[in-house]
């Protein structure tokens, strides 16, 4: 699969943002799996509490170990809701962010950022011994309610930047 870049890379100052999202563990191998059924599950509980999501559906990366398990998040943007033991209220933090929109290998769009920050003297809001992160989201631009074709997807990615 290739890469269609539709913007960036590039830096952006963002705001805070309201999330309503389903945090777990998870093996890395696997885990895109996961991240559809927890966006399904999600989107079936707002529609059972009758909570309109304000924004797009997200991954979000708190801790990464590709060699064991992630520690995940799928949510959604821009809502809020009566959050219970499963979904929860959060937010996206505010700040500046390196982002890059893509069509097709999530890997390949990874690779691309990571690859490009160093250029621009900036440094990821990340612990590299921990790998923890403030803030790495995969952003589905694209209702995947709506296209069920992943490859047809438009993916934010949006990685907080250290202050």
Known sequence: MGLDVIEGPQIESRAAR???????????????????????????????????????????????????????????????????????????????????????????????LLGWLPETDREFDAEPTTATWAGRFEIIRTDPRLEKRKTAWITELAFLLRS
Do not use: K
Request: glycine residues 12%.
């Open 18 to 112: 309201p999330t309503l999202g389903i945090r777990l563990i998870t093996p890395f191998r696997g885990m895109l799996a996961v991240r559809d059924a927890l966006i399904s599950e999600l989107a079936a509980w707002c529609e059972e509490r009758g909570v309109e999501p304000g924004g797009p559906f997200f991954l979000r990366l708190h801790v990464i170990d590709m060699a064991g398990d992630m520690d995940i998040e799928v949510g959604v943007l821009d809502t809020t809701g009566p959050a219970d033991d499963r979904v929860r209220s959060g937010s996206a933090p505010a700040g500046e962010y390196a982002v890059l929109a893509y069509r097709g290998s999530s890997m390949q769009a990874n690779r691309m």
